[in-house]
């Protein structure tokens, strides 16, 4: 079947490094999404990682490790606004986005 | 950056009413997504269309039905809303071609049936 698993929630300190894991398993893979959701609005996009290895924007990183149907986001100094969930999403051989439910990341001054 | 907009925001309707969500794309995007999200959980397709007069069910069959009869709008209705139905709906919509692009959001309808 076709799964998407990332920790629930994370807290972390403002100004800190703080990484959120995501594993996937779908029928076919075109490549890996992550999306930042702030409560009560729409997910925005942040980092498409289809090839193996790290692709870094700004304070955020995204990793991707094909063979072991693995993914990360890093965040670096940390910001109160980066306050938000963090969707992973597995896009399959239909070009489909099969969604985690998010990590909600919590951060404290 | 995408412009893609949702109307209503908001709405809070009772049980057995016909609700019909609008959606619309400024970006001349071939593709258009229906999506149900409930607080925590992940989302869930329910309709989607890569094209006018091409539309598909998701994995969620929600008693839905959409329509794509102009580039820039994807409707989605609800014939007889019951609480079940309950959710945010987001409309999204990525740009054409066979291969992956990131889907761009609206803002989402807070649908409360009562």
């Known amino acids: 079947g076709q799964n998407i698993d990332q920790p629930t929630e994370m807290t972390a300190t403002e100004g800190a490094i703080v990484q959120i894991n995501c594993t996937y398993q779908?029928?076919?893979?075109?490549?890996l999404f992550w999306y930042q959701q702030h409560a009560g609005e729409a997910p925005t996009f942040l980092s498409y990682?289809?090839l193996d290895g790290l692709e870094e924007k700004g304070r955020f990183s995204s990793f991707l490790s094909r063979s072991k149907g693995y993914s990360y986001l890093l965040l670096k100094e940390l910001q109160m606004k980066d306050s938000a969930s963090y969707l992973c999403?597995?896009?399959?051989?239909?070009?489909?986005?099969?969604w985690g439910a998010g990590t909600k990341l919590i951060i404290k001054p | 950056e995408a412009d893609i907009y949702q109307t209503p925001r908001y709405l809070v309707i009772g049980t057995g009413k016909k609700i019909t969500l609008e959606c619309s794309q400024t970006?001349?995007?071939?593709?258009m997504y229906w999506y149900q999200q409930d607080p925590g959980m992940e989302l869930h397709l329910i309709h989607y269309?890569?094209?006018?007069?091409?539309?598909e069910k998701g994995d969620l069959s929600s008693e839905s039905t959409v329509s794509r009869i102009r580039t820039e709008h994807f409707p989605l209705t609800l014939e007889s809303a019951r609480p079940s139905h309950t959710s945010q709906y987001l409309c999204?919509?990525?740009?054409?071609?066979?291969?992956?692009?990131?889907?761009?959001f609206g803002d989402g309808t807070r649908l409360s049936i009562l």
């Open positions: 779908t029928s076919g893979f075109n490549g």
């Open positions: 990682n289809v």
């Open positions: 999204a919509s990525s740009e054409s071609g066979t291969g992956p692009s990131a889907q761009h």
């Open positions: 999403a597995s896009m399959d051989s239909n070009y489909q986005l099969i």
């Open positions: 970006m001349g995007h071939d593709k």
């Open positions: 269309s890569y094209g006018v007069n091409s539309t």
